[in-house]
């Protein structure tokens, strides 16, 4: 039995567990491992030691053999680490069983993820609904000695209940969270649905910059448009949507969204959390899918990103493919096999600017495609039209006329309600 002064103790040394299935080569399990790095520092806990184990077969009791069991006990104890992190999902019998053989706080890459998120979700239904998944998560969990990781923010990480009287008093007070949380979010969601047919009926057309987390996103965002959105270098700095206007070259004017990123082994839970922050991706009229080239698994991870895109139902929608980084030097016949296996694919540098032309070149085109070309004579006396027009973007010429200003230009579909009164009956040259 834990007691107080144990349970307030806090997590300051983590040993981190990849494990290596039969399936995998080692290079995919040392990248896992890696990432998983990443997302721990990213809750601010150093790391003191890494270890990958071969499974061969899974083991109910701790997932592992007992042998390997007690070598980790002991290089966890040898370390001094306070807190054991798998790269597997471990089931709640597995963590209460590690953490009495350890006397260690022991949790999985799951858990962490869904700390990251509670700490950083902003918007109502993410906050509810990542609330709601880790009282999902909990459940089963109620009889571990710590119940979620919890860095440096006062208190450690979870206590141990007081017999089985307070166990059933847990789990009657999460079963009741759960059903306020999922209420609440019922409601939210009919919100937030109504919100979108507002968006959708938006002049402006919009698109949604998608990708791994740390690919390049918020960088990329920042250069197009000139703004000053957080782009650091962590797993995760970007959780709600951030949104830009961008004039292109043909004087259409785009409203860009930079998103949440994903990583692998993403619990389906959190994919559901953020629905909201993800909104942007389903109304955009197109999406940008950046990719960092400078990753060994750069593939594995674009088919993370559009296997969450499935899952989102917007695997459909169409998409430029650009991989970031060029800056940093890669092989060049790796960029010759990309541009093989990715014809269509844009080699940019988000940091340095360049291909960047191209990218707007593309987005331009797409907008083209996508908005209707026409010839409008609108009177003098109706420049609230001209002036909606010009903040839209997208007119490719004006000239004063005795009978009012004569326009060309390619606008949105849901524009056309508003401009069909001033359609020009004969068009003039282009």
Same mark, same amino acid.
């Given at each position: 039995?834990?007691?107080?002064?144990?349970?307030?103790?806090?997590?300051?040394? &983590?040993?981190?567990?990849?494990?290596?299935?039969?399936?995998?080569?080692?290079?995919?399990? $040392?990248?896992?491992? %890696?990432?998983?790095? %990443?997302?721990?520092?990213?809750?601010?806990?150093?790391?003191?030691?890494?270890?990958? +184990?071969? /499974?061969?077969?899974?083991?109910?009791?701790?997932?592992?053999?007992?042998?390997?069991?007690?070598?980790?006990?002991?290089?966890?104890?040898?370390?001094?680490?306070?807190?054991?992190?798998?790269? $597997?999902?471990?089931?709640?019998?597995?963590?209460?069983?590690?953490?009495?053989?350890?006397?260690?706080?022991?949790?999985?890459?799951?858990?962490?993820?869904?700390?990251?998120?509670?700490?950083?979700?902003?918007?109502?239904?993410?906050?509810?609904?990542?609330?709601?998944?880790?009282?999902?998560?909990?459940?089963?969990?109620?009889?571990?000695?710590?119940?979620?990781?919890?860095?440096?923010?006062?208190?450690?990480?979870?206590?141990? =209940?007081? =017999?089985?009287?307070? /166990?059933?008093?847990? #789990?009657?007070?999460?079963?009741?969270?759960?059903?306020?949380?999922?209420?609440?979010?019922?409601?939210?969601?009919?919100?937030?649905?109504?919100? #979108?047919?507002?968006?959708?009926?938006?002049?402006?057309?919009? &698109?949604?910059?998608?990708?791994?987390?740390?690919?390049?996103?918020?960088?990329?965002?920042?250069?197009?448009?000139?703004?000053?959105?957080?782009?650091?270098?962590?797993?995760?700095?970007?959780?709600?949507?951030?949104?830009?206007?961008?004039?292109? *070259?043909?004087?259409?004017?785009? /409203?860009?969204?930079?998103?949440?990123? !994903? +990583?692998?082994?993403? *619990?389906?839970? /959190?994919?559901?959390?953020?629905?909201?922050?993800?909104?942007?991706? +389903?109304?955009?009229?197109?999406?940008?899918?950046?990719?960092?080239?400078?990753?060994?698994?750069?593939?594995?991870?674009?088919? @993370?990103?559009?296997?969450?895109?499935?899952?989102?139902?917007?695997?459909?929608?169409?998409?430029?493919?650009? !991989?970031?980084?060029?800056?940093?030097?890669?092989?060049?016949? !790796?960029?010759?096999?990309?541009?093989?296996?990715?014809?269509?694919?844009?080699? +940019?540098?988000?940091?340095?600017?360049?291909?960047?032309? %191209?990218?707007?070149?593309?987005?331009?085109?797409?907008?083209?495609?996508?908005?209707?070309?026409?010839?409008?004579?609108?009177?003098?006396?109706?420049?609230?039209?001209?002036?909606?027009?010009?903040?839209?973007? =997208?007119?490719?010429?004006?000239?004063?006329?005795? $009978?009012?200003?004569?326009?060309?230009? &390619?606008?949105?579909?849901?524009?056309?309600?508003?401009? &069909?009164?001033?359609?020009?009956? @004969?068009?003039?040259?282009?």
């Amino acid at each position: 039995m834990f007691s107080i002064k144990d349970i307030q103790t806090k997590v300051t040394k &983590a040993l981190l567990i990849g494990i290596k299935h039969p399936s995998m080569d080692k290079s995919e399990a $040392e990248n896992l491992l %890696e990432e998983l790095h %990443e997302l721990v520092e990213t809750l601010e806990i150093p790391v003191v030691g890494k270890n990958i +184990v071969h /499974l061969r077969e899974r083991h109910a009791k701790m997932l592992l053999g007992k042998g390997k069991a007690a070598e980790i006990a002991d290089l966890a104890k040898e370390l001094e680490a306070d807190v054991i992190v798998f790269d $597997e999902d471990l089931t709640p019998a597995q963590q209460r069983n590690w953490e009495a053989a350890t006397k260690l706080c022991v949790i999985d890459r799951h858990e962490v993820i869904l700390d990251i998120f509670a700490s950083r979700a902003h918007t109502r239904e993410a906050i509810l609904q990542v609330g709601l998944a880790r009282m999902e998560y909990s459940l089963p969990r109620l009889k571990r000695a710590w119940t979620h990781l919890s860095r440096q923010r006062g208190g450690g990480t979870g206590a141990r =209940g007081q =017999g089985e009287t307070q /166990l059933e008093s847990d #789990r009657r007070m999460v079963n009741s969270r759960i059903v306020q949380l999922k209420q609440k979010l019922k409601e939210v969601i009919q919100q937030r649905d109504t919100q #979108r047919q507002k968006r959708l009926r938006k002049p402006v057309p919009t &698109a949604a910059i998608i990708g791994y987390t740390n690919a390049g996103k918020s960088s990329l965002l920042n250069t197009l448009t000139g703004s000053g959105v957080l782009a650091e270098d962590k797993l995760f700095a970007t959780l709600d949507p951030t949104t830009r206007q961008l004039t292109l *070259p043909n004087g259409q004017i785009l /409203l860009l969204t930079d998103t949440v990123g !994903f +990583v692998r082994k993403l *619990p389906h839970s /959190l994919i559901e959390a953020f629905k909201a922050t993800l909104e942007e991706v +389903v109304v955009a009229d197109f999406l940008i899918h950046i990719m960092d080239i400078t990753s060994p698994d750069i593939e594995k991870h674009a088919a @993370t990103t559009l296997r969450v895109m499935g899952e989102l139902g917007a695997a459909e929608k169409r998409m430029i493919t650009v !991989f970031n980084k060029i800056d940093c030097s890669p092989d060049p016949d !790796f960029l010759n096999s990309l541009s093989l296996v990715h014809p269509d694919a844009l080699l +940019v540098s988000a940091k340095t600017g360049e291909g960047l032309d %191209e990218l707007s070149k593309e987005m331009a085109s797409i907008l083209d495609e996508i908005t209707h070309p026409v010839e409008l004579l609108i009177p003098y006396d109706r420049y609230d039209i001209i002036s909606k027009l010009h903040t839209i973007g =997208g007119i490719r010429s004006e000239e004063t006329t005795d $009978e009012g200003i004569y326009i060309k230009g &390619a606008f949105p579909p849901n524009l056309s309600g508003l401009i &069909a009164p001033f359609h020009a009956e @004969t068009p003039k040259g282009a």
